[in-house]
C-alpha cells in the first residue's frame, strides 16, 4: 500500500525557516512533488524532485526561498523553506506521481499526502 506521510509544519515568523519532509512507502516514484492550497483557492504546484538523478523543478513563484531534496535511503523527501512570507501560509502537501502527464499539474500525480500546515504570522 502506497503512504505520503508529511510533517514539519508549524506556526512560523516571518523571514523564518521550515523543513517539511515527506516520507514515502510502498513504491518509489518517478517524480515526488510539493504542492500548497488555501482556502478557497486551487492546489498550487511548488517544487518537484526527479527520483532517478535528483533533478528539481520550482514555480517561479518560490525559487530562491524553497529548495526541494530527497534522501534515497529514507525514500524521503524534503521542502526547505526560507525568508518565509505570510503569503507562503498554507497547507502543503507532497504528491508522488509516474512519468504520466504535466509534472507541475495536481492532475499529474497519482498520491497524495493528508498535508501540512505552514502558517507565517507574527
Known amino acids: 500500500q502506497v503512504q505520503l506521510v508529511e510533517s514539519g509544519g508549524g506556526l512560523v515568523q516571518p523571514g523564518g525557516s521550515l523543513r517539511l519532509s515527506c516520507a514515502a512507502s510502498?513504491?518509489?516514484?518517478?517524480?515526488m512533488g510539493w504542492f500548497r492550497q488555501t482556502p478557497g483557492k486551487e492546489r498550487e504546484f511548488v517544487a518537484a524532485?526527479?527520483?532517478?538523478?535528483?533533478?528539481?523543478y520550482y514555480a517561479d513563484s518560490v525559487e530562491g526561498r524553497f529548495t526541494i531534496s530527497r534522501d534515497n535511503a529514507k525514500n524521503t523527501v524534503y521542502l526547505q523553506i526560507s525568508s518565509l512570507k505570510p503569503e507562503d501560509t498554507a497547507a502543503y502537501y507532497c504528491?508522488?506521481?509516474?512519468?504520466?502527464?504535466?509534472?507541475?499539474?495536481?492532475?499529474?500525480?497519482?498520491?497524495w499526502g493528508q498535508g501540512t500546515q505552514v502558517t507565517v504570522s507574527s
Open positions: 510502498g513504491r518509489t516514484f518517478y517524480d
Open positions: 504528491a508522488g506521481r509516474w512519468n504520466i502527464g504535466v509534472l507541475n499539474s495536481p492532475l499529474g500525480y497519482a498520491y
Open positions: 524532485i526527479r527520483w532517478s538523478n535528483g533533478y528539481t
